[in-house]
């Protein structure tokens, strides 16, 4: 009986030993299969995807350009003497701008389109805060002053503009 139980033993110890190896290495193979497929997946999903992000980046600079208060002023001339009218305008063409670019968000990270959120709506704030001062009584008074405002501090924009290259250029940095 003792004899055979040995016997036993060297017959199943080396099978359930082979067997346990064949199941190591399968179970490997498999994850290590299933991370190659996922790595080639994400490979090719970037290459299509970057250009998209990037002009998505590109049309946000390009935004953030368009809404700082410098160019804005220059490009909108003001339609009539009243400053209400003015300002109504200028946060109306920010506002379009802003829709223009709404789809450019889901290429882009959350804190990164706060950042641009916030600059549009710092822009419109300093905006309705020039235009609220009694000082503003006519659209070309409210021009003068937002650009006097920001001959010594940098715009939202400008702000939103550096943090957007930054992101940017770390993104290519692995």
Same mark, same amino acid.
């Given at each position: 009986?003792? &004899?055979?139980?040995? +016997?036993?033993?060297?017959?199943?110890?080396?099978?359930?030993?082979? #067997?346990?190896?064949?199941?190591?290495?399968?179970? !490997?193979?498999?994850? $290590?299969?299933?991370? @190659?497929?996922?790595?080639?997946? $994400?490979?090719?999903?970037?290459?299509?995807?970057?250009? +998209? @992000?990037?002009?998505?980046?590109?049309?946000?600079?390009?935004?953030?350009? @368009?809404?700082?208060? +410098?160019?804005?002023?220059?490009?909108?001339?003001?339609? #009539?003497?009243?400053?209400?009218?003015?300002?109504?305008?200028?946060?109306?063409?920010?506002?379009? !701008?802003? !829709?223009?670019?709404?789809?450019?968000?889901?290429?882009?990270? &959350?804190?990164?389109?706060?950042?641009?959120?916030?600059?549009? +709506?710092?822009?419109?704030?300093?905006? @309705?805060?020039?235009?609220?001062?009694? !000082?503003? &009584?006519?659209? $070309?008074?409210?021009?003068?002053?937002?650009?006097?405002?920001?001959?010594?501090?940098?715009?939202?924009?400008?702000?939103?503009?550096?943090?957007?290259?930054?992101?940017?250029?770390?993104?290519?940095?692995?």
């Amino acid at each position: 009986m003792n &004899d055979t139980f040995f +016997n036993s033993l060297l017959y199943y110890v080396p099978a359930l030993i082979t #067997g346990l190896v064949a199941y190591y290495f399968f179970k !490997e193979h498999t994850k $290590n299969e299933a991370d @190659r497929r996922k790595f080639i997946l $994400n490979k090719d999903l970037q290459v299509s995807v970057l250009p +998209n @992000r990037l002009q998505a980046y590109e049309r946000l600079a390009l935004f953030l350009e @368009r809404i700082a208060p +410098n160019k804005l002023l220059l490009r909108v001339q003001p339609i #009539g003497e009243l400053t209400s009218d003015y300002e109504s305008l200028l946060i109306k063409t920010i506002e379009q !701008e802003f !829709e223009h670019n709404l789809s450019q968000q889901i290429y882009m990270t &959350d804190e990164c389109w706060n950042v641009i959120c916030t600059a549009k +709506n710092a822009t419109i704030q300093l905006i @309705r805060k020039v235009a609220f001062n009694k !000082e503003t &009584d006519n659209a $070309n008074k409210l021009r003068e002053t937002i650009l006097t405002k920001l001959i010594d501090q940098q715009t939202p924009s400008e702000a939103a503009l550096a943090f957007l290259k930054n992101e940017i250029s770390t993104s290519w940095s692995y």
